[in-house]
């Protein structure tokens, strides 16, 4: 017996989540974009962060010269800006970011959690008692430290950084010497500086 391909006439039927509708049923209302803070609060909410992240910032670089007991010099104002605290990527709010620095001293007992930084831009060391003519580069600096994390709180997450600052660096290089410190290194490409 052949086969033979019947054509039925095409029927449209509509499914909603809710079930059947007709055209009588009133259109379901539009969503409307949420404005409201998280769906929870800092006691309700979990972080997680990630290892704390040091680098070694360079600020300001004296270069100078010293040969036969007089020195020659000129001074670089790399970076000499407050540095303060900051937190970013967390629901706004009242308490967010108290809780979550109070988790993040949790989980890393030492993180610097102070409210900022100058770099002081003082006077040169006593170059005088340097005993070797030559150039150097006299240099300060800080040490950056930078913490991933993530909050969720209900369904919501937040994924954001906390940086902060620690150490006053400073030191002292004779041009043409090798350096082993990172920031030494940084402050060694100064020496030819003019």
């Known amino acids: 017996m052949p086969w033979r391909l019947l054509s039925l006439p095409a029927v449209a039927v509509a499914f909603t989540?809710?079930?059947?509708?007709?055209?009588?049923?009133?259109?379901?209302?539009?969503?409307?974009a949420s404005t409201a803070a998280p769906a929870c609060g800092p006691d309700q909410a979990e972080a997680s962060f990630e290892s704390?992240?040091?680098?070694?910032?360079?600020?300001?670089?004296?270069v100078f010269t010293?040969?036969?007991l007089?020195?020659?010099s000129a001074v670089v104002p790399l970076?000499?800006?407050?540095?303060?605290?900051?937190?970013?990527?967390?629901?706004?709010?009242?308490?967010?970011?108290?809780?979550?620095?109070?988790?993040a001293r949790e989980r890393h007992p030492d993180l610097p959690l102070d409210e900022g930084r100058r770099t002081d831009p003082q006077g040169s060391t006593d170059w005088q008692t340097l005993g070797t003519d030559g150039r150097?580069?006299?240099?300060?600096?800080?040490?950056?430290?930078?913490v991933d994390f993530r909050v969720t709180c209900a369904?919501?997450?937040?994924?954001?950084?906390i940086r902060t600052w620690?150490?006053?660096?400073?030191?002292?290089?004779?041009?043409?010497?090798?350096?082993?410190?990172m920031l030494a290194r940084q402050a060694e490409d100064y020496c030819d500086w003019s």
Request: glycine share 10%; charged share 25%.
């Open 79 to 103: 970076d000499d800006q407050e540095r303060v605290l900051t937190v970013a990527g967390l629901p706004e709010g009242p308490g967010w970011t108290p809780w979550l620095l109070t988790k």
């Open 66 to 68: 010293v040969q036969a």
């Open 136 to 146: 150097y580069v006299e240099y300060l600096g800080l040490r950056e430290v930078r």
């Open 70 to 72: 007089n020195k020659d």
């Open 166 to 181: 620690d150490l006053d660096l400073s030191g002292i290089i004779l041009c043409g010497l090798d350096q082993s410190d």
């Open 17 to 32: 989540a809710g079930g059947c509708t007709s055209p009588a049923d009133p259109p379901a209302p539009a969503a409307e």
């Open 155 to 161: 369904t919501e997450r937040y994924d954001g950084t």
């Open 52 to 62: 704390a992240v040091p680098q070694e910032v360079l600020t300001r670089v004296e």
